[in-house]
């Protein structure tokens, strides 16, 4: 694992996010005509609708200002039920493309939580996961909350930034037209240079956002950590003990997100100077053909209607721009919780295609934990036969027990008995093949589960449902509603 432990400790807005969210992409889309590909060609297609509403509405102003100079009456009357009937579309198509966007995001949320469950579900990944993968910490949160919060933040950034650079060469185009070329450089330079900061500071928001998220898990683990063992903690007065320990998760916590905040400060900072600085660019751009004498025929009211329909179109691609630069907080967001579950992701594969792994796929009754040999003795009666058998704690050389041989028969009671630590509960680990052994051979000619050799756990489990569910709990395929 130490691959992913590196992995950690590098995290970014790079290739790695890049690999990590295509990845996703395979789970978000599965088929082409899978609802959620469907909802996002919608979303596109309404969201282009939507821009040429946009421009039709940013026209109107430079109307008006014409009719009011020439006082048109008449052309005043259709210009505003015009504008009207634009407006209502425009709240109609921008609701729309709300609850689009809200739709994707559940979509996208079922299909890669669906598909998580399945891989963390598989034979007893769960248990390795959460027992043995301390660089996987919190994977409750990771599926629950992180997951939640990248679908929910990406479905919102999803149709702007595909549509960004069509928007933006149409309305270059028109700035050309307007003051030539000198207009769109002076917007590509801006660009550039703020771009290029904003790249270098969304880098550390990337991985501070990592950093806070894992000890907000922490955290809602501890105190999920008390609620579950409040009786024992009153019986050993263990309060005020408690209360220094969550104290202290508490502040590593506040620590980072003071470090969020103080990032994310310097990129707010940068993000508001590019809006400002934009409304600034637009009256240069617009100078540059007033100045030049372009406009000296016409009259003063045809001159009015010219500046605001061309402030309209330089301050949209400023804007178009402006925008780019303020997605990146939200893409910064998206990152720092792709690559949490991008890895969550990636061990559980990494665990269910190793050629050696701690736990082998165990999936249904047909099949066996290759860990546990199929005996070729037909003995019906015995259970388990270990041979030579060597085990240890996992990751760990020192040995718990070596060279052990024994056959468990079947209707036979064994009591285990050893000092505490010695390794019982580790042998009946070992030879159920939750844990690996260094040496020997474990066979078994039986299934394990319900329907064949079943262990009980120390501590009893409880699922929730009702009694009868509890009763039949290890029935596979028996569900009660």
């Known amino acids: 694992m130490d691959h992913i432990q590196n992995n950690t400790q590098k995290l970014k807005f790079d290739l790695l996010f890049v690999k990590r969210f295509l990845k996703l992409f395979t789970f978000m889309f599965p088929s082409f005509l899978s609802l959620p590909t ?15 509403i946009i421009y039709k509405l940013g026209l109107i102003p430079s109307q008006y200002y014409e009719i009011l100079g020439n006082k048109d009456a008449v052309s005043f009357k259709s210009i505003t039920i015009r504008a009207l009937l634009i407006i ?8 729309t493309l709300r609850y689009t ?6 979509q996208w949320r079922e299909h890669l939580t669906l598909t998580l469950h399945k891989e963390y579900f598989k034979d007893v990944l769960y248990y390795y996961v959460n027992m043995f993968c301390r660089d996987i910490d919190n994977p409750d949160q990771r599926i629950a909350e992180d997951l939640n919060n990248m679908c929910d933040t990406f479905s919102q950034i999803f149709a702007p930034i595909i549509l960004a650079p069509f928007i933006i060469v149409y309305y270059v185009h028109q700035t050309i037209v307007i003051s030539g070329y000198i207009g769109p450089l002076v917007v590509f330079g801006f660009f550039i240079v ?14 501070n956002v990592y950093k806070k998220e894992k000890l907000e898990g922490d955290f809602r683990f501890k105190h999920m950590q008390i609620r579950v063992n409040s009786e024992p903690m009153a019986f050993y007065q263990s309060g005020s003990t408690e209360c220094l320990k969550s104290n202290n998760i508490l502040f590593d916590l506040l620590r980072s997100q003071y470090r969020v905040a103080q990032k994310n400060y310097l990129l707010n900072f940068f993000v508001k100077m590019s809006d400002y600085i934009g409304v600034i660019l637009n009256y240069i751009i617009l100078a540059i053909p007033i100045f030049a004498g372009l406009y000296n025929d016409l009259s003063a009211a045809e001159l009015s209607s010219v500046i605001s329909k061309n402030a309209f179109i330089i301050i949209y691609l400023i804007n178009n721009f402006t925008r780019l630069i303020d997605l990146s907080v939200n893409a910064a967001t998206t990152a720092g919780l792709a690559h949490r ?5 990636e061990t559980l594969l990494q665990l269910k295609n190793s050629e050696k792994p701690l736990i082998t796929t165990y999936a249904n009754s047909t099949e066996r934990r290759s860990s546990l040999l199929e005996d070729s003795f037909s003995c019906s009666n015995v ?28 209707g036979t009671n064994v009591l285990l008995t050893g ?20 040496s020997g051979t474990i066979s078994c000619p039986h299934f394990l589960g319900s329907d064949g050799i079943m262990f009980l756990p120390q501590k009893p489990y409880l699922t929730n449902g009702s009694l009868l569910q509890q009763i039949l709990l290890q029935l596979k395929g028996y569900f009660i509603i």
């Open 38 to 52: 469907l909802l996002c060609i919608f979303l596109l297609l309404l969201s282009m609708l939507e821009q040429f």
């Open 88 to 95: 209502v579309t425009e709240a109609f198509i921008s609701s």
């Open 101 to 106: 966007v809200s739709m994707l995001h559940i």
């Open 194 to 207: 703020f771009s290029f900061i904003n790249r270098f500071i969304m880098s550390r928001v990337v991985y």
């Open 341 to 345: 579950v991008g890895l969550l992701f």
């Open 383 to 410: 259970a388990f036969k270990v041979q030579n058998v060597s085990y240890s704690i996992p990751r760990s050389n020192v040995m718990l027990c070596k060279n052990l041989t024994f056959q468990l028969q079947i």
């Open 419 to 438: 000092e505490s630590g010695c390794g019982k509960s580790s042998l009946l680990r070992v030879i159920s093949g939750l844990w690996p052994h260094a």
